[in-house]
T-cell receptor, first 118, second 117 residues
Framework: AQKITQTQPGMFVQEKEAVTLDCTYDTSDQSYGLFWYKQPSSGEMIFLIYQGSYDEQNATEGRYSLNFQKARKSANLVISASQLGDSAMYFC???????????????FGSGTQLTVLP | SQTIHQWPATLVQPVGSPLSLECTVEGTSNPNLYWYRQAAGRGLQLLFYSVGIGQISSEVPQNLSASRPQDRQFILSSKKLLLSDSGFYLCACHRVEGLAFESYEQYFGPGTRLTVT
Protein backbone atom coordinates (compact mmCIF):
# COMPACT_ATOMS: atom_id res chain seq x y z
CA ALA A 1 0.00 0.00 0.00
CA GLN A 2 1.22 3.47 -0.83
CA LYS A 3 2.47 5.27 2.22
CA ILE A 4 2.70 8.74 0.73
CA THR A 5 0.11 9.90 -1.77
CA GLN A 6 0.37 13.02 -3.87
CA THR A 7 -2.73 13.17 -6.05
CA GLN A 8 -1.74 16.16 -8.18
CA PRO A 9 0.75 15.16 -10.91
CA GLY A 10 0.81 18.76 -12.16
CA MET A 11 -0.29 22.15 -10.88
CA PHE A 12 -0.31 25.63 -12.38
CA VAL A 13 -0.35 28.86 -10.41
CA GLN A 14 -0.18 32.50 -11.38
CA GLU A 15 2.84 34.44 -10.18
CA LYS A 16 2.25 36.10 -6.77
CA GLU A 17 -0.69 33.79 -6.00
CA ALA A 18 -0.70 31.15 -3.26
CA VAL A 19 -0.82 27.43 -4.07
CA THR A 20 -1.47 24.30 -2.01
CA LEU A 21 0.17 20.98 -2.84
CA ASP A 22 -1.60 17.98 -1.36
CA CYS A 23 -0.01 15.11 0.55
CA THR A 24 -1.62 12.30 2.53
CA TYR A 25 0.27 9.61 4.38
CA ASP A 26 -0.30 6.27 6.02
CA THR A 27 1.53 5.02 9.08
CA SER A 28 0.84 3.18 12.30
CA ASP A 29 3.81 4.76 14.06
CA GLN A 30 3.15 7.29 16.80
CA SER A 31 6.38 9.15 16.10
CA TYR A 32 7.22 10.16 12.55
CA GLY A 33 8.39 13.11 10.54
CA LEU A 34 7.03 14.70 7.41
CA PHE A 35 9.15 16.60 4.93
CA TRP A 36 8.76 18.55 1.73
CA TYR A 37 11.54 18.71 -0.82
CA LYS A 38 11.85 20.74 -4.01
CA GLN A 39 13.58 19.28 -7.04
CA PRO A 40 14.34 21.75 -9.84
CA SER A 41 15.31 20.54 -13.30
CA SER A 42 18.95 20.31 -12.17
CA GLY A 43 17.95 17.30 -10.06
CA GLU A 44 19.15 18.45 -6.68
CA MET A 45 16.78 17.72 -3.79
CA ILE A 46 16.30 20.86 -1.71
CA PHE A 47 14.85 20.60 1.77
CA LEU A 48 11.96 23.00 2.34
CA ILE A 49 10.15 22.24 5.57
CA TYR A 50 9.74 19.66 8.35
CA GLN A 51 6.82 18.73 10.60
CA GLY A 52 7.16 16.34 13.52
CA SER A 53 4.18 14.20 14.44
CA TYR A 54 4.12 15.65 17.96
CA ASP A 55 4.45 19.26 16.87
CA GLU A 56 1.26 21.10 17.75
CA GLN A 57 2.00 24.12 15.63
CA ASN A 58 2.09 24.00 11.85
CA ALA A 59 5.63 24.44 10.55
CA THR A 60 6.52 27.59 8.63
CA GLU A 61 9.68 28.53 6.75
CA GLY A 62 9.51 31.85 4.97
CA ARG A 63 6.94 31.54 2.15
CA TYR A 64 6.42 27.85 2.90
CA SER A 65 3.98 26.54 5.45
CA LEU A 66 2.79 23.03 6.18
CA ASN A 67 -0.90 22.50 6.86
CA PHE A 68 -0.68 19.48 9.19
CA GLN A 69 -3.95 17.68 9.95
CA LYS A 70 -2.95 14.64 11.97
CA ALA A 71 -6.40 13.07 12.26
CA ARG A 72 -6.80 13.23 8.48
CA LYS A 73 -3.18 12.16 7.95
CA SER A 74 -2.52 15.03 5.61
CA ALA A 75 0.48 17.36 5.34
CA ASN A 76 -0.21 19.85 2.60
CA LEU A 77 2.42 22.37 1.52
CA VAL A 78 1.30 25.96 1.05
CA ILE A 79 3.49 28.30 -0.98
CA SER A 80 2.51 31.94 -0.63
CA ALA A 81 3.30 34.65 -3.18
CA SER A 82 4.54 32.23 -5.86
CA GLN A 83 7.62 33.18 -7.83
CA LEU A 84 8.80 31.99 -11.24
CA GLY A 85 11.70 30.25 -9.52
CA ASP A 86 9.24 28.06 -7.62
CA SER A 87 8.60 26.05 -10.78
CA ALA A 88 9.89 22.58 -9.94
CA MET A 89 8.87 19.10 -8.83
CA TYR A 90 7.78 18.94 -5.20
CA PHE A 91 8.00 15.78 -3.13
CA CYS A 92 6.34 14.95 0.15
CA UNK A 93 8.24 12.42 2.26
CA UNK A 94 7.77 10.62 5.55
CA UNK A 95 10.58 9.47 7.76
CA UNK A 96 10.23 6.04 9.27
CA UNK A 97 12.43 3.89 11.43
CA UNK A 98 14.21 1.24 9.34
CA UNK A 99 15.46 -0.80 12.25
CA UNK A 100 16.34 -0.25 15.87
CA UNK A 101 18.95 2.44 16.17
CA UNK A 102 19.45 5.65 14.30
CA UNK A 103 18.76 4.61 10.71
CA UNK A 104 15.80 6.38 9.19
CA UNK A 105 14.24 5.94 5.77
CA UNK A 106 12.54 8.64 3.79
CA UNK A 107 9.57 7.31 1.83
CA PHE A 108 8.67 9.64 -1.00
CA GLY A 109 5.47 10.37 -2.83
CA SER A 110 5.33 10.46 -6.61
CA GLY A 111 5.67 14.24 -6.71
CA THR A 112 3.77 17.25 -8.04
CA GLN A 113 5.15 19.29 -10.93
CA LEU A 114 4.43 22.94 -10.15
CA THR A 115 4.53 25.52 -12.93
CA VAL A 116 4.36 29.21 -12.05
CA LEU A 117 2.92 31.32 -14.84
CA PRO A 118 4.04 34.94 -15.41
CA SER B 1 25.55 22.54 7.77
CA GLN B 2 26.60 19.53 5.79
CA THR B 3 27.88 19.59 2.23
CA ILE B 4 27.65 16.48 0.08
CA HIS B 5 29.79 15.92 -2.98
CA GLN B 6 28.99 13.35 -5.63
CA TRP B 7 30.88 12.38 -8.75
CA PRO B 8 30.66 11.96 -11.55
CA ALA B 9 27.72 14.23 -12.34
CA THR B 10 26.76 12.23 -15.42
CA LEU B 11 27.82 8.84 -16.68
CA VAL B 12 27.04 6.76 -19.76
CA GLN B 13 28.06 3.13 -19.47
CA PRO B 14 27.43 0.03 -21.60
CA VAL B 15 25.55 -2.96 -20.27
CA GLY B 16 27.85 -5.35 -18.45
CA SER B 17 30.42 -2.73 -17.50
CA PRO B 18 31.39 -1.98 -13.87
CA LEU B 19 30.22 1.04 -11.88
CA SER B 20 31.65 3.14 -9.09
CA LEU B 21 29.87 6.23 -7.78
CA GLU B 22 31.39 8.18 -4.95
CA CYS B 23 29.86 10.37 -2.26
CA THR B 24 31.75 12.39 0.34
CA VAL B 25 30.38 14.51 3.17
CA GLU B 26 31.73 17.62 4.87
CA GLY B 27 30.56 19.41 7.99
CA THR B 28 29.54 16.58 10.27
CA SER B 29 30.99 13.48 11.88
CA ASN B 30 29.58 9.98 12.04
CA PRO B 31 26.52 10.73 9.92
CA ASN B 32 24.06 8.19 8.62
CA LEU B 33 24.54 7.88 4.87
CA TYR B 34 22.02 6.78 2.26
CA TRP B 35 21.95 5.91 -1.45
CA TYR B 36 18.68 6.56 -3.27
CA ARG B 37 17.73 5.96 -6.90
CA GLN B 38 15.17 7.96 -8.82
CA ALA B 39 13.71 6.62 -12.05
CA ALA B 40 12.57 9.22 -14.59
CA GLY B 41 9.53 11.12 -13.33
CA ARG B 42 9.30 9.10 -10.12
CA GLY B 43 10.01 9.48 -6.43
CA LEU B 44 13.12 8.22 -4.71
CA GLN B 45 13.77 4.61 -3.74
CA LEU B 46 16.16 3.79 -0.90
CA LEU B 47 18.90 1.39 -1.99
CA PHE B 48 21.42 1.27 0.88
CA TYR B 49 22.08 2.94 4.19
CA SER B 50 25.01 3.01 6.57
CA VAL B 51 25.17 3.97 10.25
CA GLY B 52 28.95 3.64 10.49
CA ILE B 53 32.21 2.62 8.81
CA GLY B 54 31.90 -0.81 7.24
CA GLN B 55 28.19 -1.07 8.20
CA ILE B 56 25.97 -1.41 5.14
CA SER B 57 22.32 -2.40 4.96
CA SER B 58 20.47 -3.10 1.75
CA GLU B 59 16.82 -2.29 1.23
CA VAL B 60 16.39 -3.64 -2.29
CA PRO B 61 18.01 -6.84 -3.66
CA GLN B 62 19.84 -6.05 -6.88
CA ASN B 63 23.19 -6.25 -8.60
CA LEU B 64 24.41 -3.12 -6.83
CA SER B 65 26.55 -2.98 -3.69
CA ALA B 66 27.72 -0.24 -1.35
CA SER B 67 30.73 0.33 0.85
CA ARG B 68 31.76 2.86 3.49
CA PRO B 69 35.54 2.75 3.79
CA GLN B 70 35.74 6.02 5.76
CA ASP B 71 33.38 7.90 8.06
CA ARG B 72 32.38 10.44 5.43
CA GLN B 73 32.78 8.39 2.25
CA PHE B 74 30.07 6.24 0.70
CA ILE B 75 30.55 4.29 -2.54
CA LEU B 76 27.97 2.63 -4.80
CA SER B 77 29.28 -0.12 -7.06
CA SER B 78 28.30 -2.74 -9.55
CA LYS B 79 30.32 -5.47 -11.24
CA LYS B 80 28.01 -5.66 -14.27
CA LEU B 81 25.47 -2.97 -15.08
CA LEU B 82 21.97 -3.76 -16.36
CA LEU B 83 19.76 -1.53 -18.48
CA SER B 84 17.42 -1.23 -15.51
CA ASP B 85 20.20 0.41 -13.48
CA SER B 86 19.72 3.64 -15.42
CA GLY B 87 18.50 6.47 -13.25
CA PHE B 88 19.43 9.38 -11.05
CA TYR B 89 21.44 8.37 -7.99
CA LEU B 90 21.37 10.55 -4.93
CA CYS B 91 23.50 10.31 -1.82
CA ALA B 92 22.00 11.67 1.38
CA CYS B 93 23.30 12.43 4.84
CA HIS B 94 21.44 12.48 8.12
CA ARG B 95 23.09 14.03 11.15
CA VAL B 96 22.43 11.97 14.28
CA GLU B 97 24.34 13.81 17.00
CA GLY B 98 22.34 15.32 19.81
CA LEU B 99 19.12 14.34 21.52
CA ALA B 100 16.73 15.77 18.93
CA PHE B 101 18.14 14.10 15.86
CA GLU B 102 14.68 13.06 14.76
CA SER B 103 14.17 16.60 13.51
CA TYR B 104 17.32 16.66 11.42
CA GLU B 105 16.53 16.62 7.76
CA GLN B 106 18.33 14.48 5.25
CA TYR B 107 20.61 16.56 3.06
CA PHE B 108 21.04 15.40 -0.49
CA GLY B 109 24.00 15.63 -2.83
CA PRO B 110 23.72 16.97 -6.39
CA GLY B 111 23.23 13.46 -7.82
CA THR B 112 24.70 11.34 -10.60
CA ARG B 113 22.69 10.74 -13.75
CA LEU B 114 23.52 7.24 -15.00
CA THR B 115 22.53 6.00 -18.46
CA VAL B 116 23.18 2.36 -19.25
CA THR B 117 23.22 1.70 -23.00
Amino acid sequence: AQKITQTQPGMFVQEKEAVTLDCTYDTSDQSYGLFWYKQPSSGEMIFLIYQGSYDEQNATEGRYSLNFQKARKSANLVISASQLGDSAMYFCAMREVISSGSARQLTFGSGTQLTVLP
Amino acid sequence: SQTIHQWPATLVQPVGSPLSLECTVEGTSNPNLYWYRQAAGRGLQLLFYSVGIGQISSEVPQNLSASRPQDRQFILSSKKLLLSDSGFYLCACHRVEGLAFESYEQYFGPGTRLTVT
